[in-house]
Each structure stands twice: as structure tokens, then as C-alpha cells.
């Protein structure tokens, strides 16, 4: 059986969070926008899961925080787990912010565009980004950096599809969306799914993970 992106996360659930908890790159991402940022700025997490652990620290470090994500179940979480933010059920490849939200100070995502996309909706998604932000806003990209278009893979013990751009091609769409970029770092993770109790060891596979880091050009 092949999962879409929204049953993938509902047969996961609100354990998706202890399978990934604290994941390294992820938690320094969440570091460095803290300490760019003031209180009261406004700040969406595309894609934001169960709302940890990013949706919580930046609700923490007084942000206007708006996450949203393509499945209920994950959305009926944050509202329990992270109050004080503001959430909605919205898919990433049409999501458009209010325009009394604009601008924005930062634009987070980490994960999200894997699943269920095109290349063609990365890179349209930079786009949109770029135009919610102020001049010098934030945006922090997440990924797995694939090289592939409507792949099938095993994850966590289900079929899904998904699509990917290279690391070098992720920083070259980011780039053309009229970001600079500042710095990306790439590391190893093992998602910690037998421990939470979503799949068999023999279903867990050591991913790498890639983290851009840019400012909309002033």
C-alpha cells in the first residue's frame, strides 16, 4: 500500500514527534532564528507536524507564531501541546498568508516539502516565501536533499511518494526565489522509530538531513 502525504502522518500521529525528537540540525535552526529575532516577530512554520519542537520554542521566545500542516491529527496535537500559537490544516503547495499577517519576519520549514510535491513545488514554494517575507526577513529550509521526482520509497514502514532537489539544487532554487544564502550545514540522523513504538528496526534508515539558512535580499 502507498500512502499519500496526509494518511502517511495520520498512520504516524502525534508519535512522529518522539521518533524525531530533538534532532540535532533541526535544534540548532531553532538556536540561530531565536537569536536573530525580537519578540513579537512574525514568524510560520510550513509543514509544522505536532508543533515540536519548533512551533514551541518560537511561541517561547515571544513570536507571533502561525503553523500549519496538511494533516488534522497533527493539528489537533499542537493546539493541545503549544496554546499560545495559532494554527491551521492548509497544504503547502497552496497556502497563502492574510494579508494582515505581511510581512513576515521568518519563514521556517522542516521535512515538509518531501512528500506528495513535485520538484516544480519546492521551488514554487521558495518563490511564495520570498514574497511573504520583509526585505532581510528569514528563511530556514529543511530537508532530505534527493536528487529525485515521484519516488517511491519505505519510511518508518510505509510506501510513500516523494520528491527532492539536490543540495546543490536546493541552494540554487532558493537563490533564484531572491534570497542570499548565509550558510547550510548537512548531517546524519537515525529517526528514533522502534523507540516510539512506529516500526520495526529493519524499517529505520539513517537519513541526511540539510539545513539552508537565508535572508530575503534587502
Do not use: N
Not at 489537533?76 to 492548509?90: C, L, S, T, W
Not at 530537508?143 to 515521484?150: D, G
Not at 519505505?154 to 532537489?165: A, D, E, I, N, Y
Amino acid at each position: 500500500m502507498t500512502y499519500s502525504v496526509a494518511d502517511t502522518y495520520t498512520d504516524i500521529g502525534p508519535a512522529y514527534q518522539d521518533a524525531f525528537r530533538e534532532v540535532p540540525l533541526q535544534m540548532r535552526s531553532l538556536q540561530w532564528i531565536t537569536s536573530q529575532l525580537p519578540k513579537g516577530s512574525r514568524v510560520v512554520d510550513v509543514g509544522c507536524g505536532t508543533g515540536m519542537p519548533a512551533v514551541q520554542a518560537f511561541a517561547e521566545a515571544g513570536y507571533d507564531v502561525l503553523g500549519f500542516d496538511i494533516t488534522p491529527v497533527m493539528i489537533e496535537a499542537a493546539r493541545r501541546q503549544v496554546p499560545k500559537a495559532r494554527f491551521e490544516v492548509a497544504d503547502a503547495r497552496f497556502w497563502e498568508p492574510l494579508r494582515t499577517d505581511l510581512p513576515l519576519d521568518c519563514v521556517y520549514s522542516s521535512f515538509a516539502l518531501l512528500a506528495g510535491v513535485d520538484q516544480s513545488d519546492i521551488g514554487s514554494f521558495f518563490q511564495r516565501a520570498s514574497s511573504w517575507l520583509r526585505p532581510g526577513g528569514l528563511f530556514v529550509f529543511g530537508t532530505l536533499p534527493l536528487e529525485c521526482e515521484h519516488e517511491e520509497v519505505t519510511w518508518l514502514g510505509r510506501k510513500v511518494v516523494v520528491s527532492s532537489l539536490s543540495a546543490e539544487g536546493t541552494e540554487r532554487a532558493i537563490e533564484a526565489a531572491g534570497f542570499v544564502i548565509e550558510m547550510h550545514e548537512t548531517e546524519s540522523y537515525t529517526p528514533k522509530g522502534v523507540e516510539a513504538g512506529i516500526c520495526q528496526a529493519e524499517d529505520v534508515w539513517e537519513e541526511r538531513h540539510l539545513f539552508v539558512y537565508a535572508r530575503k535580499a534587502e
